[in-house]
């Protein structure tokens, strides 16, 4: 069974311009999360996709969005952006079960803003 | 807001030692615990998950949840120095709440 999928691995931007990050789940689940990694911060939340749908939402500007497929493939999207996105962009996939949802992620994305 | 704490370390164990690492959180509704191993430039790994106070093993991994002392713990036994990783603890609340995740705990394998 394929992993979590992430394109592109690395990316290159100046502040002020947009970026989208693609991201295929394990083939069967429905649930995407995007983290951001920063090493200061650590895993922070961004959102949840279920479904097509929005389920949770964490505590970042609406510079930064998302969306996802009927396919279950999600997109997240930055404008504007700023020096303080550079960061690693982490989707994971969900398997809900009887001990909570488990994650599994992909490689990454490594936005670098300069 | 819900927080989950870790000591960043590095903790340092000699090769065949038991490593523990430990995780408190905050959100007594929290009903379900993973535990994630991140290799340097890598994405994190699921290596456990327990959701019952007691302990839950899994080859040389035990994990131990005490609900009432709001603290989740990670057993690694006759550690080896592919274990050395930044360890994270990740809470989860009820129903489709997401996961909270702690900054990590660098463990440093000695051989």
């Known amino acids: 069974k394929a992993g979590v999928t992430q394109t592109p691995r690395y990316l290159i931007k100046t502040r002020g311009q947009q970026v989208t990050l693609s991201c295929s789940p394990i083939s069967g689940h429905r649930s995407v999360s995007w983290y951001q990694q920063t090493p200061g911060q650590g895993l922070q939340f961004l959102f949840e996709y279920f479904s097509e749908t929005q389920r949770n939402k964490g505590n970042f500007p609406g510079r930064f969005s998302g969306r996802q497929f009927s396919n279950s493939r999600s997109e997240m999207n930055v404008s504007t952006l700023e020096l303080g996105d550079s960061a690693l962009y982490l989707c994971a996939s969900g398997a809900s079960g009887k001990g909570g949802e488990k994650l599994f992620f992909g490689s990454g994305t490594q936005l670098s803003v300069l | 807001q819900k927080e989950v704490e870790q000591n960043s370390g590095p903790l340092s164990v000699p090769e065949g030692a038991i490593a523990s690492l430990n995780c408190t959180y905050s959100?007594?509704?929290?009903?379900?615990f993973f535990w994630y191993r991140q290799y340097s430039g890598k994405s994190p790994e699921l290596i456990m998950s327990i959701y019952s106070n007691g302990d839950k093993e899994d080859g040389r991994f035990t994990a131990q949840l005490n609900k009432a002392s709001q603290y989740v713990s990670l057993l690694i036994r006759d550690s080896q120095p592919s274990d050395s990783a930044t360890y994270l603890c990740?809470?989860?609340?009820?129903?489709?709440?997401?996961?909270?995740f702690g900054k990590g705990t660098m463990l440093l394998v000695s051989p």
């Open positions: 959100d007594r509704g929290s009903q379900s």
């Open positions: 990740a809470v989860q609340g009820s129903g489709y709440s997401t996961l909270t």
